[in-house]
Structures are given as structure tokens and as C-alpha cells.
């Protein structure tokens, strides 16, 4: 088993949907959750960080993470085009991040 | 701008013919770091280092060298390329932004091993 999963997609929705992407992990030692954002041809960008449990918000996205059920999910509200991506979730205990493979995105216009 | 850069972007070589991907940041991080990227396994760690002269093993190491003479760069090696090193690589470097822990990608080297 890894120690994140997460379902590969692609996921497509419509312009100005909301998007729910997420990930399951085993280590209950991880602290900090992340999210990226892989535009194609490019490296991954960090989007939203999070410590420990609970919500953050940043503009359109919101970040997630329930450490009880191991959780943790990232929303996109009035979904645009230019989201279109790939969507890694990475989780940390040290200086060591562990990835998810990567949600493709694909918003339509 | 505060970057990662990586050379050479995209690489086809053969069996054996060793080569090296160079990385180098401009913003002074200590801690840097080599990911490889495969379809249904993410990003996985290959090597990373703490600071210069300072390096250690991540996950898949098997196949790879580094180094770290100098602050800013951090070249992966492979001494001897194996078809299953055909992969895309990332250089990290990470450094605290806002008072978080941020890792900072290159754009990336798309190496085929034929």
C-alpha cells in the first residue's frame, strides 16, 4: 500500500463548477499537507500549505485536512479553464515529501 | 527572479553513456533535493542534500550520484543509464517563505535511456 493515494482522473467539469480533488495517507506521523499544481511541461508549484487539521482558504481554493480519517481534499470554487492541471498532494514529517501520483484536471469552457 | 534551473530539458542517450543533469538555484537554500516523476507513481525522491559536502539517499537511489560543492548546484549523475531511468526529473530547492517550509521546482528534465 502507499502511503498516499490518489485518484489519478482525469477528472473534467465544466467551467465554473466546483472541484473537489483529494488524498488518503496511511502515516500518522505526517504533519504538514500540501497541495501542487503541475501545469503541462513544467514543474510542480506549491498552491496551498496547511499544518496539521482543520481549513484554509486562499482566494478560489480551499485546503482541507482531517487528520481522524487520514483526509484530506482540496476545493476549487467557480472552476476556470486556465485550472486545467495536474494536482499533486505531498505530505510531510521531516524535510522529506512524500507525493500523491496526481489528479489531472480538465476544466471545459 | 528567484529560480531552480535544470540542463539539459530534454536528453535521449543509450545504455551505458554516462551524463549529468546540472541544477542550480539563485536563492541561496541549503537544502535541495532530485525527484524523479513516472505515470502512477508521482514524484519520488532520489537524492537530496542538507548543505554543501552534506548529501543522502532518498527513496530510489539505485543508479545515481550527486554532489554538492557548492551552495547553488546540485548535479545528479548517472554513471551508467539504464532504459529504466527513462524518466522526467525535477531539482528541488527548498526554503522558508512566510514562515513555511516551500519547495521550489525546476522545469524539469525529460530523459529517455534507449
Known amino acids: 500500500q502507499k502511503e498516499v493515494e490518489q485518484d489519478p482522473g482525469p477528472l473534467s467539469v465544466p467551467e465554473g463548477a466546483i472541484v473537489s480533488l483529494n488524498c488518503t495517507y496511511s502515516n500518522s506521523a505526517f504533519q504538514y499537507f500540501m497541495w501542487y499544481r503541475q501545469y503541462s511541461r513544467k514543474g510542480p508549484e506549491l498552491l496551498m500549505y496547511?499544518?496539521?487539521?482543520g481549513n484554509k482558504e486562499d482566494g478560489r481554493f480551499t485546503a482541507q485536512v482531517d487528520k481522524s480519517s487520514k483526509y484530506i481534499s482540496l476545493f476549487i470554487r467557480d472552476s476556470q479553464p486556465s485550472d486545467s492541471a495536474t494536482y499533486l498532494c505531498a505530505m510531510d514529517s521531516s524535510y522529506k515529501l512524500i507525493f500523491g501520483s496526481g489528479t489531472r484536471l480538465l476544466v471545459r469552457p | 527572479e528567484a529560480q531552480v534551473t535544470q540542463n539539459p530539458r530534454y536528453l535521449i542517450t543509450v545504455t551505458g553513456k554516462k551524463l549529468t543533469v546540472t541544477c542550480s538555484q539563485n536563492m541561496n537554500h541549503e537544502y535541495m533535493s532530485w525527484y524523479r516523476q513516472d505515470p502512477g507513481l508521482g514524484l519520488r525522491q532520489i537524492y537530496y542534500?542538507?548543505?554543501?559536502?552534506?548529501?543522502d539517499k532518498g527513496d530510489v537511489p539505485e543508479g545515481y550520484k550527486v554532489s554538492r560543492k557548492e551552495k547553488r548546484n546540485f548535479p545528479l549523475i548517472l554513471e551508467s543509464p539504464s532504459p529504466n531511468q527513462t524518466s522526467l526529473y525535477f531539482c528541488a530547492s527548498t526554503g522558508t517563505s512566510g514562515g513555511t517550509d516551500t519547495q521550489y521546482f525546476g522545469p524539469g528534465t525529460r530523459l529517455t535511456v534507449l
Open positions: 496547511t499544518y496539521s487539521s
Open positions: 542534500s542538507m548543505n554543501v559536502e552534506v548529501t
